[in-house]
């Protein structure tokens, strides 16, 4: 699902501030056509509406001046992208210049839903038009702004993240002996991780130890890969002791190595060196037996 920054685009009523805030300096911006930035293609859309009494005269001046800053405001929607490319939507926001002030602007709804991206862009957006000149508009004037976010890596992005949140769920239980057990395997169940520890280990750190072999687990297929070379089979077992104290720093002992290709063994302990942990509550002692599957 996408996040949303807001309820939409509202309309705008004045037909004369739509021209002149989309056709005229808007369109000059680029605004309509959408930029291509870090391989992502985003396009920024803006609606207008009179409020407070405020003049069609007035309100197109408004429109144009909001217009010059839509360059700004594009930027403002890049850099979120980087960050969060899923991020589409609405955002709405009050924009009131009253005689001798500086401009006031106010986010309806400042995250917009969205705790992880919404807000940040709300705050860039509301600093472009504060600073932006507004000199040609007769006071006082206000209007309420409508800018609708797009950009064409949103939808992979929300089905990339879902798929992400799906496969790092860790099933943890208790194992026949006692100990806890922690097991995940990737999409095709190509390699499959299980990580064990003492009944006393906080649960929470067996999840950490589990985390760092999900972040991780491309160094393992490389492995399975490259020990189907040669024609065998790639099918077998790693197993492995693992330390990792309170700063997360890891020490790992390779074990009995079931596979056959004779690289497994150096392919695994290399693996094993670059999973990285955080930082559990206290030190951890586990167990991790890494199946490889035909």
Not at 217 to 227: E, I, N, T
């Amino acid at each position: 699902m996408h996040r949303t920054l807001g309820l939409g685009l509202l309309l705008a009523t004045c037909g004369g501030a739509i021209a002149a805030a989309q056709d005229g300096d808007v369109a000059k911006s680029g605004m309509g056509q959408g930029e291509a930035s870090i391989n992502v293609r985003s396009d920024v859309k803006l609606g207008i509406k009179g409020t407070a009494g405020t003049t069609s005269e007035r309100l197109a001046k408004l429109g144009q001046a909001v217009g010059a800053q839509m360059g700004e405001i594009r930027g403002c929607y890049r850099k979120q992208v980087a960050k969060s490319p899923e991020v589409v939507g609405g955002l709405r926001l009050e924009l009131a210049l009253a005689d001798g002030a500086k401009p006031k602007v106010n986010a309806t709804d400042p995250d917009g839903g969205n705790p992880n991206g919404g807000k940040e862009l709300a705050t860039c957006v509301s600093h472009v038009l504060e600073k932006a000149s507004f000199k040609d508009v007769g006071r006082p004037a206000a209007a309420v702004l409508s800018l609708d976010f797009d950009n064409s890596r949103a939808k992979g992005q929300s089905v990339m993240n879902e798929r992400s949140a799906a496969t790092s769920r860790v099933d943890t239980h208790a194992a026949a002996d006692g100990r806890q057990e922690a097991v995940w395997a990737t999409e095709d169940n190509a390699v499959t991780f299980t990580v064990r520890a003492d009944a006393q280990t906080p649960h929470e750190n067996v999840e950490l130890v589990m985390r760092g072999f999900h972040s991780g687990y491309a160094a393992f297929l490389d492995c399975r890969r490259h020990s189907e070379k040669g024609g065998t089979s790639p099918e077998g077992d790693i197993e492995a002791t693992l330390q990792i104290d309170k700063q997360g720093k890891a020490q790992s002992t390779l074990g009995k190595v079931t596979v056959a290709n004779a690289r497994a063994p150096k392919c695994a302990a290399s693996s094993l060196r670059q999973v990285t942990f955080e930082k559990p509550t206290s030190t951890v002692h586990a167990d991790v037996l890494i199946h490889f599957a035909k």
